[in-house]
């Protein structure tokens, strides 16, 4: 069981806007910087978003997140069938010490 | 640009010893933080280790604390994790992570490309 919570799985059509949740507590989300990665099958993960909402250059802009109490959103806008991938958020927990992440959220693209 | 070679992988016999590196590439190494990361077959990411840029904070997953050391050497711009009394359940692809500047015991910017460890009789 995962420390943040996300949906197993999103889709949509090219096009389509999606989002993914992350849900925390006070001791992650709450108090700590979040990050988003996605990983295509068979390839390390990327950094997608880092402390909550800033994109790396390379990024498009299509990417945006927000954070809002514990809980987290990565949006996804004018899907692309590229963007198909596993997503991940994560930060770190203050009673863990220690990083955690979300389960992972698979994204198909219809 | 940043690169990050992880080496050292393979397949242990349970209860030995395995120890990981990443070589650093592109970056001040020695002004980061680091991560370890690992990933088992069809699972999730999980957070294995971090190490301050100085070395003096270290920071352990319940997993593996008091199994696995994270080590730096910046004279060879190097990142290590020493493995002992590996376990079925420590078989995964282990990625090296160069920490955020700003919050860098929360999150990564850059990844290797992952080493396989596989713990087998």
């Known amino acids: 069981q995962s420390v943040l919570t996300q949906p197993p799985s999103a889709s949509g059509t090219p096009g389509q806007r999606v989002t993914i949740s992350c849900s925390g507590s006070?001791?992650?989300?709450?108090?700590?910087?979040v990050f988003w990665y996605h990983q295509l099958p068979g390839t390390a993960p990327k950094l997608l978003i880092y402390?909550?909402?800033q994109r790396p250059s390379g990024v498009p802009d299509r990417f945006s997140s927000s954070r809002s109490g514990t809980s987290a959103s990565l949006a996804i806008s004018g899907l692309r069938s590229e963007d198909e991938a596993d997503y991940y958020c994560?930060?770190?927990?203050?009673?863990?010490?220690?990083?955690?992440f979300g389960g992972g959220t698979k994204l198909t693209v219809l | 640009q940043v690169q990050l070679v992880e080496s050292g992988g393979g397949v242990v016999q349970p209860g030995r010893s395995l120890r990981l590196s990443c070589a650093a590439s592109?970056?001040?190494?020695?002004?980061?933080?680091m991560h370890w990361v690992r990933q088992a077959p069809g699972k999730g990411l999980e957070w294995v280790a971090l190490?301050?840029?100085?070395?003096?904070?270290?920071q352990y997953a319940d997993s593996v604390k008091g199994r696995f050391t994270i080590s730096r050497d910046d004279s060879k711009n190097t990142l290590y994790l020493q493995m002992n009394s590996l376990r079925p359940e420590d078989t995964a692809v282990y990625y090296c992570?160069?920490?955020?500047?700003?919050?860098?015991?929360?999150?990564?910017?850059?990844w290797g490309q992952g080493i396989l460890v596989m713990v087998s009789s």
């Open positions: 992570a160069r920490a955020d500047p700003s919050a860098w015991y929360a999150g990564f910017h850059y």
């Open positions: 592109g970056f001040t190494f020695s002004i980061y933080g």
């Open positions: 190490t301050s840029f100085d070395g003096s904070n270290k």
């Open positions: 006070s001791s992650n989300i709450g108090s700590n910087s």
């Open positions: 402390r909550n909402d």
């Open positions: 994560s930060t770190w927990d203050d009673s863990l010490s220690a990083v955690v």
